[in-house]
């Protein structure tokens, strides 16, 4: 009687430890998923900040002002200055 019930022990030890392993190692694999996932965002990251601050540019910002907007800086004769009534310098 004693030997069955070791038995029995025994074998729902065995299954606890065989379980635990699995979903360990399925853990693992996720793990190992997210920390490639979180490496290529990083890595995205990177490659935005630097076309950020490449369309950041000043020169660059005036050259697409000027080619695709036809912007220009203005002249001295063409800026105004406008004085609001009752404001204070």
């Given at each position: ?65 000027a ?23």
């Open positions: 009687m004693l030997n069955a019930i070791l038995l029995v022990v025994l074998v729902l030890c065995a299954m606890s430890v065989v379980t635990s392993q699995h979903m360990a190692r399925k853990l693992y694999i996720a793990l190992e998923k997210e920390q490639k996932r979180t490496r290529a965002y990083e890595i995205e990251h990177g490659q935005l900040l630097l076309e950020q601050s490449t369309w950041g540019a000043q020169a660059v910002i005036e050259k697409v002002a080619d695709r907007l036809g912007m220009h800086a203005p002249v001295p004769r063409e800026i105004q200055v406008h004085g609001v009534a009752g404001a204070r310098p």
